[in-house]
Nanobody, 115 residues
Framework: VQLVESGGGLVQPGGSLRLSCVAS????????MSWYRQAPGKERELVAR????????TYADSVKGRFTSSRDNAENTVYLQMNTLNPEDTAVYYC?????????WGQGTQVTVSS
């Protein structure tokens, strides 16, 4: 099982980034996919969750209207489009897959918002 995130980096306030998470080793289309983030000294928090069929997507209040999550079940990939980034969005972003008793995590990708 692997979840490999990419797309992180350094961006100026107001900028955008698109994170990707490529999954392998499990039946991706069955799994609900989430993005979490963890800033230094803070607990890991849920950013966005998208159901297996993309029928429902939920967001943390802090990112609503700025972030959009989507998935491509044919490509085993989930995305997080992040717009209007601010310094409070600086964190390591993790991809998560869960279904029934199964729960998998990626290694994370660093997002730094700074001028």
């Amino acid at each position: 099982v692997q979840l490999v995130e990419s797309g992180g980096g350094l961006v100026q306030p107001g900028g955008s980034l698109r994170l990707s998470c490529v999954a392998s080793g499990f039946p991706f289309r069955r799994y609900h996919m989430s993005w979490y983030r963890q800033a230094p000294g803070k607990e890991r928090e849920l950013v966005a969750r998208i159901t297996s069929t993309s029928s429902t997507t939920t967001y943390a209040d802090s990112v609503k209207g700025r972030f959009t999550s989507s998935r491509d079940n044919a490509e085993n990939t989930v995305y997080l489009q992040m717009n209007t980034l601010n310094p409070e969005d600086t964190a390591v972003y993790y991809c998560n897959a869960w279904w029934a008793q199964y729960n998998y995590w990626g290694q994370g990708t660093q997002v730094t918002v700074s001028s």
